[in-house]
Every structure is written in structure tokens, then in C-alpha cells.
């Protein structure tokens, strides 16, 4: 029997259109295609998954780091992003600001390696007893299990704590003891997307802290701690554990690790001819040699 081509192409095509349109586009081996049952993968990911992995920086090399930042100014180092290709990329929000400023010795300026935390809003009842024994049993709990610092066991010398939290919750997450006891720990300062309570006591403190507003309330019945050490959003920055932080009175500058010695490098060379160039200035206004040019 003789077929034409056409016939012929005309068959090819009519059998691809059918397998296109009555093959399913994923079935499980071994599996009838009206199965239930989900792919292995999106098993896994219904426990949850983090595509982001946290990489783990020994002291030394964090102490090598940190070494390199020392005395850099948050301009410094926005200029030393721009030469490695990350203009604008790093600098949270201006919005986020130091809670004091020391403009004699610049004690307020900070740079650290960031331990990070996130805590979420809470979706719990709050504490139905008003008696003070059953508010007081209900607080503590929720204290050292809901809303726990589980961040504190990371803290070394040279951490900047790092704290991502729901804006428009009234929490004061950071306050004027527990800052205090993550100082004893090697804590140099603090950064937050949201706000901290009994800020007068911080400011005599002088513990560095930066900050978007003043906050009053506690974390019992407002919030609770979902991650420690993963990668978080602070003043609209991306935030991975073991990034330099450097802040100062222009704000936050969050540097990638694996930029950390290129940039600091080109930011150390701008901050020395800027005070070579500011001495000279200095001297010819009279003016009384400070921190910032020696």
C-alpha cells in the first residue's frame, strides 16, 4: 500500500500532539499517574528547607577580619562596595540610627562579625490571669521558651548581634539589662530593624545600638524567636551570619564576608588620605588635633 508523504507527516504530527497533550509532565517511578502520594524532594521541603546554607568562621579568621576593619568609617567602606561592584547594595536604611553618637572619641562607632537572630509576631493568646503569681509564672515562661535569646551561646568577642523583628510591633526586644550582659560576653553593639526600651539607661550605658525607634513594650505576648544565625533582613539589607557590620553616624553598612578583605583594603587606603588631607585642613583652621585624624 502506497502513503503519501503528506499522509505520512500528517500521522507524525497528530501522534506528537497526542503525547504532548495526554502525557503527564511528571509521574513518580513506579507510581500510577493518578497517585496521591507527593515527589520524594517536595516531602523534604514540607519540613521546611533553607536554600541559603550558614558558613562557620573560625575565631582566628574572624580576628583576621576584624583587624582589617579597624577604625574604618561606614563612608570608607560604602566607597570600597562601590570598587568591588556592590554599589548600593549593603547600606541599610537610613532610617536605622545610632542611639547616641560621641563625637569626642567616637566610642559609638562600631565594626563586628554579626551573629543574627530572627523573631517573628506572635500568633499565642496572650496571659488570660491577672493575678500576679499566674502573670508572673506565665511571663517567665514565655521569657525562656517562646521568646528566648538563643543567639547568647554565639556571642564572642567582637559579635555584633544582628536582630531582624516584625516592624509595627511595639517590643523592646533589646533593653538596658539584657545588652549589658551580651556586652560582658564580647558583644561590641547591636542592630535592630525595630526598637529597644529603657533607652535613657543605654545611652548611659554607651553600649553602640542601632536602631530604627523607641520601643516599650516586652517580648511576652508580642513576639518569638523563629531563627538563630540564618540569613535575615535588617533595614532592608541582606544579613548573613559572619558579615561585617560597621556603623557609625551615617548609618549601617552590612559588608559580604567573602568581600570583606577587597573592600577593606580599598576602604583603609580612602580613609588615610582623607585624614592626610583633614590634618593638613586642621592645622590651617587652628584646629586641635582629634580621634578622627590621628
Request: with cysteine.
Amino acid at each position: 500500500m502506497n502513503i503519501s508523504r503528506s499522509k505520512i507527516r500528517a500521522l507524525i504530527v497528530s501522534l506528537l500532539l497526542f503525547l504532548t497533550f495526554n502525557t503527564p509532565l511528571y509521574s513518580e517511578p513506579n507510581e500510577p499517574n493518578n497517585s496521591n502520594k507527593l515527589p520524594s524532594v517536595h516531602e523534604d521541603f514540607r519540613a521546611g528547607r533553607n536554600f541559603i546554607q550558614t558558613k562557620v568562621y573560625s575565631d582566628e579568621e574572624d580576628e583576621q577580619t576584624l583587624k582589617l576593619f579597624e577604625g574604618l568609617r561606614v563612608a570608607d567602606v560604602t566607597d570600597g562596595l562601590d570598587k568591588v561592584g556592590l554599589r548600593n547594595i549593603g547600606l541599610m536604611s537610613p532610617e536605622i540610627k545610632p542611639l547616641w553618637r560621641d563625637t569626642g572619641h567616637f566610642t559609638h562607632c562600631i565594626s563586628g562579625i554579626a551573629v543574627t537572630a530572627r523573631y517573628v509576631p506572635t500568633n499565642k493568646a496572650p496571659a488570660t490571669e491577672t493575678q500576679t503569681k499566674a502573670f508572673n509564672a506565665w511571663y517567665d515562661k514565655w521569657y525562656s521558651t517562646v521568646s528566648a535569646e538563643r543567639f547568647v551561646p554565639l556571642i564572642r568577642k567582637g559579635t555584633v548581634i544582628v536582630i531582624e523583628e516584625p516592624q509595627g510591633v511595639d517590643t523592646g526586644t533589646i533593653g538596658s539589662n539584657n545588652i549589658m550582659r551580651w556586652k560582658t560576653k564580647g558583644c561590641v553593639g547591636v542592630v535592630t530593624n525595630n526598637g529597644a526600651r529603657d533607652t535613657d539607661q543605654i545611652i548611659a550605658e554607651k553600649i553602640p545600638l542601632y536602631f530604627r525607634q523607641v520601643g516599650r513594650g516586652v517580648p511576652p505576648g508580642r513576639n518569638e524567636i523563629e531563627s538563630v544565625n540564618r540569613p535575615i533582613v535588617c533595614g532592608g539589607v541582606l544579613v548573613e551570619p559572619g558579615d561585617v557590620i560597621v556603623a557609625d553616624g551615617d548609618g549601617v553598612a552590612v559588608v559580604p564576608r567573602a568581600k570583606a578583605k577587597e573592600v577593606a583594603e580599598y576602604a583603609r587606603a580612602t580613609l588615610e588620605k582623607d585624614k592626610k588631607s583633614r590634618r593638613i585642613l586642621y592645622q590651617k583652621l587652628g584646629l586641635p588635633m582629634d580621634d578622627s585624624v590621628k
